[in-house]
């Protein structure tokens, strides 16, 4: 059994997260919180401070190519 075996996920996905060659520390740094209440709802919200985030950013607008009636199978 080598090493990665027997390492935490959280180790696990910190190592893979930052071996990259331009990695830097700060891209193993949490991106969500995960929320369990007691009713058995699990919620997962993306953290304010997360330098990574899904979605456009406002300084990237939509290309003509990436618009919805590009898309549009019914056409």
Same mark, same amino acid.
Not at 32 to 42: F, L, Q, R, W, Y
């Given at each position: 059994m080598g090493s990665f075996d027997?390492?935490?996920?959280? /180790? !696990?996905?910190h190592d893979q997260l930052t071996?990259?060659?331009?990695?830097?520390e700060s891209d193993a740094d949490p991106r969500?919180?995960?929320? /369990? !209440?007691?009713?058995?709802?699990?919620r997962i919200d993306w953290r304010d401070d997360a330098a990574v985030r899904p979605?456009?950013?406002d300084d990237r607008k939509?290309?003509?190519?990436?618009t919805a009636a590009d898309t549009d199978d019914t056409k």
């Open positions: 027997k390492m935490s996920a959280e /180790e !696990k996905r071996t990259a060659p331009k990695a830097v969500i919180n995960v929320t /369990e !209440k007691p009713d058995g709802v699990t979605g456009r950013s939509a290309s003509p190519s990436n």
